[in-house]
Structures are given as C-alpha cells and as structure tokens.
C-alpha cells in the first residue's frame, strides 16, 4: 500500500522555523520525485517544493526561494521541508506528494496534509 505521511506541522509566530517530513512508503522511492504543496484557505493548491530523489535535483516557488530548503533521506525513504522566516501568507495545509519527476503530480501519489499556522 502506498503512504506518504506528511508531519511536522504547527503554530509558529512569524520569523520562525518548521520542519516538515514526508515519510514514504509502499513504492520505490529512488524512482520518484517528491513535492511539497500548499493550500491556504480560499486558496488554490500550489507548489512549493520538489526533489529528485534520483539526482537530488530541487526546485523551489519564488515565494518560498531563499527561505524553505527541501532535502531527502533516501536510506529513510523520508523528505524534509526546513521552513525558516516563516510569514503569515506561509499558512496552510501542508501535503506531500510523489511522482515520476517533478513537472507533473497530475497522476501521482498525495498524503494527507500537515496544518501551517504562522501567526504575525
């Protein structure tokens, strides 16, 4: 069975810091490229985040650029999302999800969300 589970999630005061983890499991990790999205409240979905777990290739919004740095532990089959200078238009629901490469999560894996709850 395919899982991606999302954690870390929070209340932070803005200028702070979160991790995020994507745990995965029940696909072979290294073929996939897994991404970070984000949906606010009112808000559409967007992307965040996104690493080839094949080539450690990244990918960043401009809106996170500079502030967010995604990694992966292969051995752990686990995505980090390190989250500093957080603002309060960096609250939402969190999600993790996995792919073929990171253009398209169209037809790929999702997890549930982990909440984003940056207070000014």
């Known amino acids: 069975e395919v899982q991606l589970q999302a954690s870390g999630g929070g209340l932070v005061q803005a200028g702070g810091s979160l991790r995020l983890s994507c745990a995965a499991s029940?696909?072979?990790?290294?073929?996939?490229?897994i991404g970070w999205f984000r949906q606010a409240p009112g808000k559409e979905r967007e992307g965040v985040s996104c690493?080839?777990?094949?080539?450690?290739?990244?990918y960043y919004a401009d809106s996170v650029k500079g502030r967010f740095a995604i990694s992966s532990d292969n051995a752990k089959n686990t995505v980090y999302l390190q989250m500093n200078s957080l603002k309060p238009e960096d609250t939402a629901v969190y999600y993790c999800?996995?792919?073929?490469?990171?253009?398209?999560?169209?037809?790929?894996?999702w997890g549930k969300g982990t909440l984003v709850t940056v207070s000014s």
């Open positions: 999800a996995a792919d073929s490469w990171c253009g398209d999560f169209s037809g790929g894996y």
């Open positions: 029940g696909f072979t990790f290294d073929d996939y490229a």
């Open positions: 690493i080839s777990s094949s080539d450690g290739s990244t």
